[in-house]
Nanobody
Framework: QVQLAESGGGAVQSGGSLRLSCATSGYITRHALGWFRQAPGKEREGVATIDSDGYSHYADSVQGRFTISRDKVKNTLDLDMNNLEPEDTAMYYC???????????????????WGEGTQVTVSS
């Protein structure tokens, strides 16, 4: 049974930084892991994902500002977020999926396992 639990959200000012962490349990060594976000009234969108070989993918909106990393020994997934903008305000979710197709690496529909989410609020 795959279980995911996010932590590290909070409120920061524009230009600030936050680090999100996701503790995982279950056999996920072969799973792709990712961070997704959903703002009020908007669809859930992929932020960054990383596959079992360590290859990462980013949404254009966060490329160069966010960095995703995973530790297979500690079974953790992190997201370092720098130069945060008000548009980054959302609930952030950790997700896991097995055999995610290359064309779906940022698609929430390809990830069946989800955490409860952690809120990130960026003020201008």
């Amino acid at each position: 049974q795959v279980q995911l639990a996010e932590s590290g959200g909070g409120a920061v000012q524009s230009g600030g930084s936050l680090r999100l962490s996701c503790a995982t349990s279950g056999y996920i060594t072969r799973h792709a892991l990712g961070w997704f976000r959903q703002a009020p009234g908007k669809e859930r969108e992929g932020v960054a994902t990383i596959d079992s070989d360590g290859y990462s993918h980013y949404a254009d909106s966060v490329q160069g500002r966010f960095t995703i990393s995973r530790d297979k020994v500690k079974n953790t997934l992190d997201l370092d977020m720098n130069n945060l903008e008000p548009e980054d305000t959302a609930m952030y979710y950790c997700a896991a999926g097995l055999a995610v197709a290359s064309w779906a690496v940022l698609s929430h529909e390809a990830f069946p396992y989800w955490g409860e989410g952690t809120q990130v609020t960026v003020s201008s």
